[in-house]
């Protein structure tokens, strides 16, 4: 079937296992691809194998007779394994929760962060049950509410007592290898009680602080009269996520001008994320925000139960708005691999395919057509080309191949799609 002699592959399947003689030096092969790694400055065709878990050749020409298998990837794009830097994956405790697997490393989503979805109260079980089992790797902010973010209908914050900044510490300490920053939400009434008030900010800056790690602030709709208020307590590399929301507390004065407590939070190394939600992306605020110059710095998709199937779907769906607003894919792809790695202290390990990383990456096919880009008030943008995540690689092994149908374990889902126009629609109920 292969004849090795030549180094040319004569199989028309895309993934075969080389059973030939020769040395074979690594464990996988990604062929014929464009590489798009913003880490190394890299736009150009490169051939990418792994070993034992790690890259272990970025090169012009690797031979198929090199590798135990190879993913022939001619006129696609492999880029490192994707970092979403706000999901929810805590399903059966959290009313948000989602399985990670199918949600995110299925979709090529290696890394992700779960953005406060455990407090204290949870996250040993959260750990145990979901991160230490899960492939995907998941890291988390660690919620200032002791019990998380488990129901609707009593929000995490509706006694001030549920933001305990003691047990926060304790936990932290316990789990210091998983929990990277205190989150806090601060929207009235669902979430944050009358009496509670500003006091979840607060109690997440004292622990934080304490710890030495950032905050990530959820700020729609809080208590207080402006954005002003929230950003006067955030400091460099704390995270504003959800920065492109629509309602009250968001970034754009009465003018739809960047306030200017947005500009100087950016000076001093504010981080502003994008969290796109169920409710935090409104195409206006987004367009508006980049003609005067506001670019995020990371892009994740606050993926949960009420988005995942509209209009968010997946951290490439979140990509696929950027790209359609200009970014070109190197700026697009720095926002979920350098930065983000960069960001939760793991650059050179992951977001990024040089020698010595762990060998994530993801296979993109870019597809032409008429695609709906709906954003969270079901305005919609048409674009024309999206990337599709076709297969996803972690730790050196296929963990999904959707080009020839290899399914991810356990999941029925179908690829990703979107551009389905078919979004349900939960707007402003959840962020
Ligand atoms: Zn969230």
Redesign the pocket.
């Known amino acids: 079937m292969c004849n090795t002699s030549t180094g040319m592959c004569l199989c028309a399947a895309l993934r075969i296992p080389h059973s030939a003689g020769g040395i074979m030096q690594y464990d996988l092969l990604i062929k014929g691809a464009t590489l798009v790694d913003p880490a190394q400055g890299i736009h150009t065709e490169k051939d990418v194998a792994f070993t034992k878990g790690l890259v272990a050749a970025v090169e012009d020409d690797i031979l198929v007779s090199e590798a135990r298998e190879t993913v022939q990837a001619d006129g696609r794009i492999v880029t490192p394994g994707m970092i979403d830097l706000?999901?929810?994956v805590f399903p059966g405790v959290s009313h948000?929760g989602i399985a990670p697997d199918p949600t995110c490393l299925a979709k090529g989503a290696t890394t992700v962060v779960d953005?406060?979805?455990a407090g204290a109260d949870t996250f040993p079980g959260f750990r145990k049950y979901v991160i230490e089992v899960s492939e995907t790797r998941i890291l988390a902010h660690l919620n200032i509410s002791s019990q998380g973010?488990l129901t609707a209908e009593i929000g995490e914050f509706e006694i001030p007592e549920y933001a305990n900044v003691d047990r926060a510490l304790a936990t932290i300490e316990q789990h210091r290898d998983l929990i990277l920053g205190i989150?806090v939400?601060l929207s009235k009434g669902r979430i944050v009680s009358e009496r509670s008030g500003l006091t979840p900010l607060h109690k997440a800056r004292e622990a934080a602080d304490a710890a030495g790690l950032p905050i990530m602030v959820?700020p729609q709709d809080a208590w207080c009269e402006s954005i002003d208020d929230i950003l006067g307590v955030m400091k460099d590399r704390d995270i504003l996520?959800?920065c492109f929301h629509g309602t009250r507390c968001g970034i754009m004065d009465e003018q739809n001008r960047i306030r200017d407590s947005v500009h100087a939070a950016m000076e001093r190394g504010v981080v502003l994320d994008v969290?796109h939600?169920a409710g935090?992306f409104d195409w206006h605020i987004v367009e508006s925000a980049m003609e005067q110059g506001v670019l995020p710095e990371t892009i994740s998709s606050?993926l949960?139960i009420y988005n995942v199937s509209g209009p968010v779907y997946d951290l490439t769906g979140v990509v696929n708005k950027f790209l359609y607003l200009g970014l070109s894919l190197d700026d697009a792809f720095s926002r979920v691999t350098d930065v983000p790695a960069d960001l939760i202290g793991l650059n050179g390990k992951i977001g990024t395919l040089a020698v010595g990383a762990w060998a994530d990456a993801v296979v993109f096919e870019r597809r032409q057509g008429t695609f709906q880009l709906e954003d969270c008030r079901g305005q919609i943008r048409t674009g024309t080309q999206i990337l599709a995540p076709v297969t996803v690689i972690k730790g050196g092994r296929v963990y999904r191949d959707h080009a020839i149908g290899i399914p991810e374990s356990g999941a029925a889902s179908p690829r990703s799609s979107a551009w389905s126009p078919t979004a349900h629609r939960h707007r402003h109920e959840?962020?």
């Open positions: 706000h999901v929810h948000f953005a406060g979805s973010m989150k939400r959820h996520t959800h969290g939600g935090s606050d949960h959840h962020n």
